[in-house]
Structures are given as structure tokens and as C-alpha cells.
């Protein structure tokens, strides 16, 4: 193997400047220090890594290293963001942010296990072969931010990244406590030399809430008559971040914090996830029947609204409804203009059949789905003009190509025609109040608050768009995930044989049904999801492709059970 010399020539001062020579002695000296538990190995998923954050301490110095690696590679800013999202408070994870603000390229997920897995007498070699592989200039600079989110091990797993950004010569700015879409777009501010916007915590507030005002000096109601906004904030950074912010937007627009962090756990009975997958209000969130309520997740880029109703029965307003909310404005405001953009609303197979349905039949915006996995959904919503995606877990953002954004602010500053120039300053007004880089919780929110103002919407008025069709979810554990092949984002079973037509033969029997099953990404379970039109036959729709899925892949354990 042709050896790799670690040397970098000294560079002038300043922001992103290389650091003196070195060799790779200070990278084995500085990696003793965060010694790999021998036999420990994890892998980078779409979140990134994540386990408890006691066996954790290697892998972030070693992501400083590879952002090092990664930034001389892009000649650009890379970001590492310490954060386990909505994971139990105890554990904790890190994950790479590209140039844009998007995800870690594949090919870098790779190196990225390849090299937190390397035994300590192998890492010099791994990270040559990493090197060779991409073909690493190693004079180029290296500039790495990092942020991370309010656990208590976060603090010195991120002091852990900042060592491995040293031993490899890069430079690198700690933002601190950050949102995880904060940090995103801290990366393209930077890479975009300023033209996304300003790259401070201050810069992102001002951003959003200019836009924030700006869309919503329209509004007839001015909110006027509506309660406040609640938000759950799972006890995590969005609760430190939503305070700050408070102090830049209109008066028009009142919050009120809930689950802070300063009595409750991180995520524990509360949060988005909780909300989601619960179907119930977190705790430590008094409702009122009709006020408008939300949550975040622990490191606030998901989102999803409740309420309760007259009835007294619990509605969640999910990433399905969040998109079709959006989708339907935009669409409403490119008709106003007269564009010929494209817009398309990206789905995963979770999304409920009447969100679908109500898009394409009623909004006429075209619904394409992608596998599950919000890497997946972002690249398949930069093939349109306007690319809208959510997952129903409630991550999720809207894409504008380069040449409809030119349009629309050419438009905005140059239509003679009056309502044609306003639909176009709305537009604009929602590019720069919409986070681009990743599904933000803030940012989201505001979107979502500035259209219910605009369209003079309450929460039952935005639920009352289309009705879900009652679903269920259940898991069936297998002695190997990999026997289930999937075709068709997901939606439909490959392997093992005989079980897609089975599926389809439970199908027939209900009306408006639709079931699919997929492995999980992370352990020996199959994922079943089934919907009807009813929540009794959705119930025993999911028990039945779960009977089947336990008989034809491999199931172990007691055999599953009917739903109640």
C-alpha cells in the first residue's frame, strides 16, 4: 500500500487556515486518549451514529478526524452535530452535515463505520485507505462547526470531536448549544459564502422572523380571537432555542412553552415521537378542548400539532397533514403568479391513502413515494421546481430549485401586475422562512403559523381538510431482518416467496385497504403497516399480514396476537 505522508505546509492565519506540520504521531497520541473498548463496533445510519453515550467516546474523536478528511475533500465547511434526537436521555450519537446543509454522502457513511469500528493499531491504516480511496489532497484547509444538543454527556463528547478536528490540523468553530437544523444551516451559510444567510444563531432568528412578518402582514385575522400556540418541547434544546427566538417575532404570534427541561427528562412521556406514536398528549402539557397544541423532538427538527376536540377525543395532525397544509398554499400561490413551476408533494409508504388521495384527486399536485428515510424523500423532492416532503413522523421541508427561486424574486421585484407581484412576494417571504437544508421544528412551525393566519384557519378547520383512514402499526420479530426483500419504495415484497401474494389476498377482503411490510434498519423485527375503513378491520388487517409475515419469514417468539 502506498503510504500517505500526514504533513500539511503551514498556511497563513486566519478563519479555515491550516494548522503547522504534523504528523501522524499526534493523531495515535490524541486517539490514546480516546482509546476504542476493544470489539465495540456500531454503524452509521441515516441518523448518523447512535448508542449509549458512555460507549461513545471514540467515535467522536474519530468523526473529528473524518470531518477533517471530509472538509479537505469538499474544500468546504463540514459540520458534526452531537445530538440522539428523540433517544432516552442516557444515550447520545453524532452525525456528519455535508457542504449544502444535507446529509453525509453515502460513500463517506462507509468510511465513517469503516473508521469508528478500526481497532487502535488499525486506524493509521484505515484512514490512509480512506485517503487513497478518495484521493485526498491533504494541503487543503479544513474547517469543521460543531454543535450539540442540552444532554449532560454532550458537552465532553463534543470537547472529544474538537480533539480529533485538532489531531488532523483542522480549524473549527463550536457553536455550542444548537438545534441540529441550526447547525445545518450554519453549514450553508458558510459554504454559500453568506448568500442562505447569515451564519450565527442571531442570523438564523432574524432570518425567520423577517420572513415570518412579512407573510403575515397580510393576515386579515392577525391572529386575532385565537388562542396561543403550546408547545411541548420535549425538555430539550427547542425549548432553550423558541425563547430566544420569541424576542424577534410580531406580537401577533403568542407562545407558550411547555415541558422546558427544567423539571422533566429529555423526551421521557413527551415530545413529537411520543405524541406520534402514542396518539395521546405528552405530559406536562395542560389542553384545553380546541387549543392549539404542538411538539417538537429532542433536538427540534420534527414537529406535529393536536388538539382536542368537543368530542373530547385526542386529533394528530401528523407530517401528512403538515404537507398537504403546505402543498395546498404554495400550489394556490403559483397559481396567483402564473408560473409553470413544478410542484410535487414526496411521500413514504406511511403516509395515509387519504392524504394521497386528497392531493391528487382534490389539489391535483402530483404525490410521488420514495423509500422511508428522509435522505431518500430529500433527493427525490430536488427533481421538481418545488419539491414538498414530510415523513409522518413529522421531519420534513420544502425544496426550491435554483431557477424557480431566481423566478420568484425576479417576479416579486419586477411584475407589474399587483396580485401577481404579491403571490410572488409570499412565495419569496416562504423560501426564506422555509429551513431548505433539513426538516426544522421552528422553522416549520412558523410556516404552518404564518399560512393558518393567512387563510384565517383554526386547527379544526386544517384538520377538517380530509380524514385519515384507520391505521395500525405492529412489528413481528424474525431470526434475520434480511430475509424480507422490498420492491416499489417499500411497497411491495420481494422475498420471501408466496408472501406478497398473500398480503394482497388480505387486501381484497377490506375496503380501502392497503397494508405493506418492511425490515427494520436497525434490529431483527419486520415493520407491519395496515389501513382501512374502519379502525376495527385496520386492527385485523395488521394481525393477519403479521400472522403471515411470522409463518413465511421466519418469525420467533410467541406468534402475534389480535390487536386489543
Sequence with gaps: MRRVTWRVPEAPAGEGAALAEMDF??????????????????????????????????????????????????????????TASHNPEEDNGVKLIDPLGEMLAPSWEEHATYLANAEEPELQTVLSEICQKEALDLQHNAFVVIGRDTRSSSKELSESVVDGVAAL????????????????????????????????????????????????????SQRDGHVCLKVDCANGIGALKLKELEHYLPGCLR????????????????????????????????????????????????????????DGRFHLLDGDKIATLISTFLKELLVKTGQTLTLAVIQTAYANGSSTRYLEENMKVPVH?????????????????????????????????????????????????????????????????????????????????????????????????????????????????????????????????????????????????????RPSGTEDVVRVYAEADTQENADNLAYEVSLAVYHLAGGVGEEPKPVG
Design 255 to 310: 407562545i407558550h412553552t411547555d415541558n422546558d427541561g427544567l423539571k422533566g427528562k429529555l423526551n421521557h412521556l413527551c415530545g413529537a415521537d411520543f405524541v406520534k406514536v402514542h396518539q395521546k398528549p405528552p405530559v406536562g402539557l395542560e389542553m384545553k378542548t380546541g387549543e392549539r397544541c404542538c411538539s417538537f423532538d429532542g433536538d427540534a427538527d420534527r414537529i406535529v400539532y393536536y388538539y382536542i376536540g368537543t
Design 25 to 82: 504521531g499526534t493523531v495515535t497520541r490524541s486517539s490514546a486518549l480516546h482509546a476504542k473498548p476493544p470489539g465495540l463496533s456500531s454503524q452509521y445510519g441515516t441518523a448518523g451514529f447512535r448508542t449509549k453515550a458512555e460507549n461513545l467516546d471514540h467515535t467522536m474523536f474519530r468523526m473529528g478526524l473524518l470531518a477533517v478528511l471530509r472538509s479537505k475533500q469538499t474544500k468546504s465547511t463540514i459540520g458534526v452535530m452531537v
Design 369 to 517: 413515494c420514495a423509500k422511508t428515510g428522509v435522505k431518500h424523500l430529500h433527493h427525490k423532492a430536488q427533481e421538481f421546481d418545488v419539491g414538498v416532503y414530510f415523513e409522518a413522523n413529522g421531519h420534513g421541508t420544502v425544496l426550491f430549485s435554483k431557477a424557480a427561486e431566481e423566478k420568484i424574486r425576479h417576479q416579486a421585484e419586477n411584475e407589474k401586475d399587483n396580485r401577481k407581484r404579491e403571490a410572488a412576494k409570499m412565495l419569496e417571504n416562504m423560501i426564506d422562512l422555509i429551513n431548505q437544508a433539513i426538516g426544522d421544528a421552528i422553522s416549520d412551525m412558523l410556516v404552518i403559523e404564518a399560512i393558518l393566519a393567512l387563510k384565517n384557519f383554526t386547527v379544526q378547520q386544517w384538520d377538517a381538510i380530509y380524514t385519515d383512514l384507520p391505521n395500525r402499526q405492529l412489528k413481528v420479530k424474525v431470526a434475520d431482518r434480511r430475509v424480507i426483500d422490498t420492491t416499489d419504495a417499500e411497497r411491495q415484497a420481494v422475498t420471501p416467496p408466496g408472501l406478497q401474494e398473500k398480503i394482497n389476498a388480505l387486501v381484497k377482503k377490506k375496503k380501502w385497504a392497503r397494508a405493506f411490510v
Design 169 to 220: 490540523g483542522g480549524q473549527y468553530h463550536d457553536y455550542g448549544l444548537v438545534t441540529t437544523p441550526q447547525l445545518h444551516y450554519m453549514v450553508c451559510c458558510r459554504n454559500t459564502h453568506g448568500n442562505y444567510g447569515t451564519a450565527t444563531v442571531e442570523g438564523y432568528y432574524q432570518k425567520l422572523s423577517k420572513a415570518f412578518t412579512e407573510l403575515t402582514k397580510q393576515a386579515v
